[in-house]
């Protein structure tokens, strides 16, 4: 634990990092519980984490987030990882030692089944197969939460096929990997759809997906948070289907974070939720 009457410092490394709103939730609850402290953006180039990574000491910071598209290397690239983050094979949360090295763990899976369970009471993992579109950081976190919720089937589909398989050996058991130009036809007898991919979010393009095969009762989740209701969900929700934007992920995936670096295990509030949609707005 940290102390929390000593000034600490956090951020969030991602490329392009102008899309996250991770700054304003984090400076919300630094802010409430007065603790001494400052969460920055830090836009890292792909092939320039290790160098941002091993700087994060010498500058003081207690540790940082990691997002798109740096989750999988960071995995590597610290100097230890907690037994989830090695089944995930990525990080999004590492932690300074006091003596200067890199302790990572995963809490996105996390953030991802509390969200439902939080938003959606009813949902239950194994009430059928599952489409998860994307094979990065976030979908290796989203495909194994699944897994240990039981889901019978996961259909998985990434731009790049080999991916996909990679992530579908690594994990086994009912994942069954599709041809990005099968993703339409996947979604017949789903009951989750899950999006993964940067697609949808604000500054890039649209997920292309019909969803004419989609039973109407599916729910359908986009980790996209910016804009509030993707491409993606607004289709969705036009024709019936239940909806999950990523931002109540957002929110509890963040918490283990704070307590992490900050000493607290922070509260999610109405207040601080509406903070989060009006800086997306």
Same mark, same amino acid.
């Given at each position: 634990m940290s102390d929390p009457k000593s000034f600490r410092?956090?951020?969030?490394?991602?490329?392009?990092?102008?899309?996250?709103?991770?700054?304003?939730?984090?400076?919300?609850w630094l802010k409430k519980y007065r603790i001494p402290g400052?969460?920055?953006p830090m836009a890292v180039q792909p092939g320039r984490l290790e160098a941002a990574l091993r700087g994060l000491s010498a500058l003081g910071f207690a540790g940082c987030n990691v997002t798109i598209p740096h989750k999988e290397e960071a995995a590597r690239l610290v100097d230890r990882t907690d037994a989830l983050a090695r089944r995930v094979g990525a990080v999004n949360l590492i932690v300074v030692q006091p003596d200067g090295s890199l302790s990572g763990s995963n809490t996105d899976g996390y953030g991802f089944i509390?969200? =439902?369970?939080?938003? @959606? !009471?009813?949902?239950?993992?194994?009430? +059928?197969?599952?489409?998860?579109?994307g094979a990065g950081?976030?979908?290796?976190?989203?495909v194994l939460s699944l897994l240990d919720e039981g889901a019978p089937e996961i259909r998985l589909a990434n731009r790049a096929?080999?991916?996909?398989?990679?992530?579908?050996?690594?994990?086994?058991?009912?994942v069954r990997v599709l041809d990005w130009s099968e993703r339409e036809s996947a979604l017949a007898g789903a009951a989750l759809l899950v999006?993964?991919?940067s697609l949808g979010?604000?500054?890039?393009?649209?997920?292309?997906?019909?969803?004419?095969d989609l039973p109407r009762a599916a729910l359908v989740c986009d980790l996209v948070y910016n804009p509030l209701e993707s491409p993606l969900l607004a289709a969705a929700r036009g024709?019936?289907?239940?909806?999950?934007?990523?931002?109540?992920?957002? =929110?509890?995936?963040? @918490? !283990?974070?704070?307590?992490?670096?900050? +000493?607290?295990?922070?509260?999610?509030?109405p207040e601080q939720r509406a903070a989060v949609e009006a800086a997306i707005r």
């Amino acid at each position: 634990m940290s102390d929390p009457k000593s000034f600490r410092a956090a951020g969030v490394i991602g490329w392009p990092i102008v899309q996250s709103r991770s700054p304003v939730l984090h400076t919300w609850w630094l802010k409430k519980y007065r603790i001494p402290g400052a969460y920055v953006p830090m836009a890292v180039q792909p092939g320039r984490l290790e160098a941002a990574l091993r700087g994060l000491s010498a500058l003081g910071f207690a540790g940082c987030n990691v997002t798109i598209p740096h989750k999988e290397e960071a995995a590597r690239l610290v100097d230890r990882t907690d037994a989830l983050a090695r089944r995930v094979g990525a990080v999004n949360l590492i932690v300074v030692q006091p003596d200067g090295s890199l302790s990572g763990s995963n809490t996105d899976g996390y953030g991802f089944i509390q969200s =439902l369970r939080h938003d @959606r !009471p009813e949902w239950r993992g194994d009430a +059928g197969p599952a489409v998860v579109l994307g094979a990065g950081g976030g979908a290796r976190s989203v495909v194994l939460s699944l897994l240990d919720e039981g889901a019978p089937e996961i259909r998985l589909a990434n731009r790049a096929r080999d991916r996909a398989e990679h992530l579908a050996a690594e994990f086994g058991g009912p994942v069954r990997v599709l041809d990005w130009s099968e993703r339409e036809s996947a979604l017949a007898g789903a009951a989750l759809l899950v999006n993964t991919t940067s697609l949808g979010t604000t500054g890039q393009p649209a997920l292309e997906l019909r969803l004419d095969d989609l039973p109407r009762a599916a729910l359908v989740c986009d980790l996209v948070y910016n804009p509030l209701e993707s491409p993606l969900l607004a289709a969705a929700r036009g024709r019936g289907n239940p909806t999950e934007n990523g931002l109540t992920m957002l =929110l509890y995936q963040a @918490r !283990p974070s704070f307590e992490a670096w900050f +000493g607290v295990m922070p509260d999610i509030t109405p207040e601080q939720r509406a903070a989060v949609e009006a800086a997306i707005r």
